[in-house]
């Protein structure tokens, strides 16, 4: 059983979501409130759905950046902004889907949050690539080995290391020979920024048009 956490400060929104949820004899939603507050009141949780605004102008990614630390978060949010994208998944999400997405991309996303996989929807990737096609100043990018290249796509496409050493027809203690390669050559220290450093890589090649 999947427990999951959903905070969004719109009533209707989030009495929707849980009816969703709901859907999927494996999720049991243990949490349900407006704020962060409500947080406080369930400390074990395999998912935490939270709503990228609640109730201000801002988005809550120093918030993520807290609570990240504690638990897999799903961002969801009205915005498709590569900003906003960004921005959540720096902070320590391990997926975010728009609130206009199909009910059962949630299930999906939640399944993949829960086991410490990284979801992100084909939907945010056309709009992520579409946007930064359209920038002309791309910054400088350190340069890696092909096989790490491609280990850091795979990461970024949500696959586990696992995974990733069966699509590339080796050993897991190979992939992981390459992460830390990569870290140390990104200069990145946990998942999150190592996922973030992926989207970054590929926001270069949609600006180079490769």
Do not use: W
């Given at each position: ?94 997926g975010y889907v728009t ?106 090649r949609a600006i180079r048009?490769?």
């Amino acid at each position: 059983m999947i427990t999951i956490g959903v905070i969004d400060d719109h009533d209707l929104i989030r009495h929707g979501l849980e009816h969703v949820l709901a859907q999927s004899e494996d999720f049991a939603v243990v949490l349900s409130g407006r704020d962060l507050a409500a947080v406080g009141t369930q400390p074990e949780l395999d998912v935490l759905v939270l709503d990228l605004y609640l109730g201000d102008d801002e988005p809550c990614v120093p918030a993520i950046a807290e609570l990240s630390q504690l638990y897999n978060i799903l961002v969801i949010s009205a915005s498709a902004r590569p900003a906003d994208l960004v921005a959540a998944v720096r902070a320590g999400a391990r997926g975010y889907v728009t609130k206009s997405e199909p009910a059962e991309l949630l299930a999906s996303a939640i399944r993949v949050v829960a086991a410490r996989g990284f979801y992100l929807s084909a939907e945010l990737a056309d709009i992520l690539h579409a946007r930064l096609s359209t920038l002309t100043k791309p910054s400088p990018e350190v340069p890696l080995a092909p096989r790490e290249e491609e280990v850091l796509i795979h990461i970024a496409q949500g696959f586990t290391y696992d995974q990733i050493a069966r699509r590339m027809g080796i050993k897991k203690s190979t992939v992981d020979t390459h992460v830390e390669r990569i870290r140390r050559k990104l200069q990145v220290g946990n998942k999150a920024q190592l996922i973030a450093a992926a989207l970054d890589r590929i926001a270069e090649r949609a600006i180079r048009g490769q």
